[in-house]
């Protein structure tokens, strides 16, 4: 089973950047589809992005299209959330997920697909 530890987050002000790093375990990363998920207090864990393995397709909640791009790279077992144009609503505990490549890419949205999650890392935006 993969591991994951994602870093990169903090607090930052509105219209800000951040990215986040997500670093995977094992010699089987590119096998993954890897995607990245956020759980504001007392709301449900949502999609925010995903990318599969040899295509690199890649797929985003409507809510940060536009202002996220997600990224890997295989050599260094790492897949990345580049964050820009950061508002409040943003704020969140953001978490790395790890699964094979999925049959329909609709699953992909869902939180059950993914069978590794990170620990998550804090992301905070100041308005």
């Known amino acids: 089973q993969v591991q994951l530890v994602e870093s990169g987050g903090g607090l930052v002000q509105a219209g800000g950047s951040l990215r986040l790093s997500c670093a995977a375990s094992?010699?089987?990363?590119?096998?993954?589809?890897m995607g990245w998920f956020r759980q504001a207090p007392g709301r449900e864990r949502e999609f925010v992005a995903a990318i599969t393995t040899s295509a690199g397709n890649t797929y985003y909640a409507d809510s940060v299209k536009g202002r996220f791009t997600i990224s890997r790279d295989n050599a260094k077992n790492t897949v990345y959330l580049q964050m820009n144009s950061l508002k409040p609503e943003d704020t969140a505990v953001y978490y790395c997920?790890?699964?094979?490549?999925?049959?329909?890419?609709?699953?992909?949205?869902?939180?059950?697909?993914?069978?590794?999650w990170g620990q998550g890392t804090q992301v905070t935006v100041s308005s």
């Open positions: 997920a790890a699964e094979g490549d999925p049959k329909y890419s609709a699953t992909l949205y869902s939180a059950g697909f993914y069978g590794a």
């Open positions: 094992g010699r089987t990363f590119s096998r993954y589809t």
